[in-house]
């Protein structure tokens, strides 16, 4: 094994899965079969990246032998996976008693093939888990620049960023991709009234509220302000309009409880649907045209409640006083 080479291709990766599908490719380059790199993401919880033909069973019995069977594995497949009945011919990682490993290395022969041997197997596993380290730190200054401090969720760039990528998988699968852009009712009145801190524990529980009540596929940013962005594949504009009413039904049936008062809140919302002659940021107006016309029809209503209370026969009786 080439031990120089993997190196070399490892650590020309920045984050987790390039690491991952470097390291793969290059161990079955070297010795062909298949090859899985698994990587701990957090205590009991491991990450897999794999090159050939192994299936989640596989991968399961290889995270029992190594890892133990209380370990919960996350599948990320490079390649193709299919059942198949075998087991990993090695294990190794580098330390090889410890079962809560940074990195698992496993393969399985295929055919009459040179078997690597145990020290190259756990200096392999040794490197991968050198550089996935400092993959995961390039990962963490990543996340930190893509994600808004104050709520935790994905800033402009992020949800940004995440339009265009599931535009792109939504155009090769042929699927519908929907955006929700959502306005906080009243949030100057509310800054003006109560005070920055207040706007600011406002945002954070609305953001809360939405996250809450999203699929695990959507996303959810701060666009800026107090505007976000909700992320939808997979869903047609219809269903994006219900998915609107229920998060503004939601949002409105409590009030945010701040550390000093609970604020009564609503939210404003427009939907949009992604087409093939239609940029990210074309989407994003559209909804937000959308939005603001909702928030001015609805501001109109209100008005017209004000003034005339009981209807028509309000509008007459003003009338009658007039004369």
């Known amino acids: ?39 701990r ?17 596989e991968l399961r019995r290889l995270a029992d032998v190594a890892c133990g069977p209380e370990t919960w594995l996350s599948v990320d497949h490079l390649a193709e996976a299919t059942e198949v009945e075998s087991r990993p011919a090695w294990v190794a990682h580098p ?15 295929e055919g009459c093939c040179d078997v690597p041997s145990i020290v190259e197997m756990r200096r392999a596993a040794e490197l991968a888990a050198s550089a996935l380290s400092n993959a995961k730190v390039v990962d ?18 992020g949800i940004l960023e995440t339009l265009k990528r599931e535009r792109a998988r939504a155009r090769r699968r042929g699927t519908p991709l929907s955006v929700l852009f ?23 529980g609305i953001a809360r509220r939405l996250s809450e009540s999203l699929r695990m596929t959507d996303a959810l940013g701060r666009l800026g302000g107090d505007e976000f962005l909700l992320v939808l594949p997979e869903t047609p504009l219809r269903a994006a309009r219900r998915i609107g009413k229920r998060l503004a039904r939601e949002v409105a049936a409590t009030p945010i409880v701040t550390a000093h008062l609970a604020v009564e809140i609503g939210i404003s919302h427009g939907s949009s649907s992604l087409d093939d002659n239609q940029t990210e940021m074309d989407v994003i107006e559209q909804a937000d045209r959308r939005m603001l016309a909702r928030k001015r029809r609805r501001r109109t209503a209100t008005e017209l409640i004000r003034w005339f209370p009981y209807g028509k026969q309000g509008l007459t009786a003003r009338a009658g006083n007039s004369r």
């Not at 491991?46 to 989640?56: D, L, M, W």
């Open 182 to 204: 959502v306005d906080v009712d009243r949030f100057k009145e509310i800054n003006d009234t109560h005070g920055h801190r207040i706007g600011d524990e406002v945002l954070h």
């Open 1 to 39: 094994m080439d031990l120089v080479k993997l190196a070399l291709e490892m650590m020309a990766g920045t984050q987790v899965d390039e690491v991952l599908r470097r390291a793969v490719t290059t161990l079955r380059e070297q010795h062909p079969g298949s090859w899985a790199v698994l990587h």
């Open 140 to 157: 963490y200054l990543v996340r930190q620049s893509c994600h808004d401090p104050l709520t935790g969720l994905l800033n402009r760039r």
């Open 41 to 57: 993401i957090e205590p009991g919880r491991y990450g897999s990246g794999v090159a050939g033909i192994i299936g989640h069973a």
């Open 95 to 109: 330390n090889s008693t410890d079962a809560d490993a940074e990195v698992v290395v496993g393969w399985w022969a």
